[in-house]
């Protein structure tokens, strides 16, 4: 246990798992907002979710696409396509040894970022924002990434 | 090598790769399901897969969606959402230095759920058997995010 | 601070860190390709994002699908549904003990045929190009996880 006890006192592995742990669940919550809206919308796509509305065609109707879903569901892939890659490359960034305020400026950056652009899509609000929220998250995983590359490389 | 060798050594994170590269490969098995679907009510998107069929207006009618193939791929998008971050809150749960029994009783509850989910899905069963398994992975996911964030906090 | 310098200057570490990264940058990548598409394409999918070409129904014609721009949508979600499992995989197969030169064999023909895969993807290639490529890489990931559970075991 020793060993496990050392890498989560390292004070920029810690960093790494807060900022890691948080997107994760914000990320993890799209399924709940997906979920809030596929029943206030009615609009579901297994036909066994909607037996509890009756059977035929009373039932089948609900079986139908709604913008608010599609959002939500669009913000939820967005997130896997951005915060999965973070939570990997900032996994090998955390352990390239960088220095503790860099690494927090990083985290904090794209935290908010990826919180920005959850709100920019459901609200949704004008472009740019999504765009731009979008942007600046990408971007600080690629100065991740460069410096695991530039730390690590052997190919 | 003697720090890799220590870190597989420690039994927590021996259960977590276990379980994680259990969950990884299960989900990796809904592509062989979706090709499986794919060919045999022959349902593809990409006109190039279709070709072996013949040319023209006889392959195009193979360009088609099918009610299976669409339950298996959303089986697969289903695991991406759920367990994806399982494997990443996971790897920082087993770093904080859990019980090896209360990291085998999570690891195992959510290993159970997401494999009872994918036949609930599949089959599929009535519900609430695919809504409560996906709950109970979810919970599971929330509880080792709450040991990491309270032992690793460093905001 | 000294532990990560430890994992990050084991060869084997190092070389999964190299190849991670690179295959995490080539999905990220995808994004770019989609807005691309999505641009030169006049082809969205939320209303906000065609605001700028004027308002209502001159605006709504963007509202459409294009086949470069699911072909490019598809060829990510084949990339999440591949290149995720095989960082997860492969930081357990990394922490497991291999040889350097068998880690390096499996990452560096993992990640040739992950760029195949989007060429034959996107150029697109007739099949089986895209099929083997694809197989190529699954095979892999299955080769990493079964040196992982065979060292981890621990249910």
């Known amino acids: 246990m ?3 006890t ?3 006192d390292n004070e920029v592995f ?3 798992a807060t900022y890691a742990g948080i997107v994760l669940i914000k990320m993890m919550l799209m399924s709940l907002i997906t979920a809030y809206f596929r ?3 009615k609009a579901f796509v297994n036909p066994e979710d909607t037996e509890s509305f009756g059977k035929g065609e009373n039932a089948k109707k609900y ?3 709604d913008p608010d879903v599609e959002r939500a569901r669009r913000g939820h892939l967005n997130d896997l396509e951005n915060i999965v890659p973070f939570v990997g490359i900032g996994l090998l960034y955390a352990l390239s040894g960088p220095e503790l305020s860099t690494a927090l400026l990083h985290f904090r950056i794209f935290t908010g970022a990826r ?3 959850t709100f920019a899509y459901l609200i949704p609000l004008p472009q740019p924002g999504r765009g731009l929220s979008w942007a600046v998250g990408y ?3 690629f100065s991740m990434a460069y410096k695991v590359l530039k730390t690590a490389w052997l190919l």
């Open 6 to 8: 050392q890498l989560i």
């Open 14 to 16: 810690r960093a790494y």
């Open 139 to 141: 971007s600080v995983t």
């Open 115 to 117: 919180i920005l652009h």
């Open 63 to 65: 079986l139908r696409t």
């Open 2 to 4: 020793a060993k496990s």
């Open 39 to 41: 029943i206030t919308r």
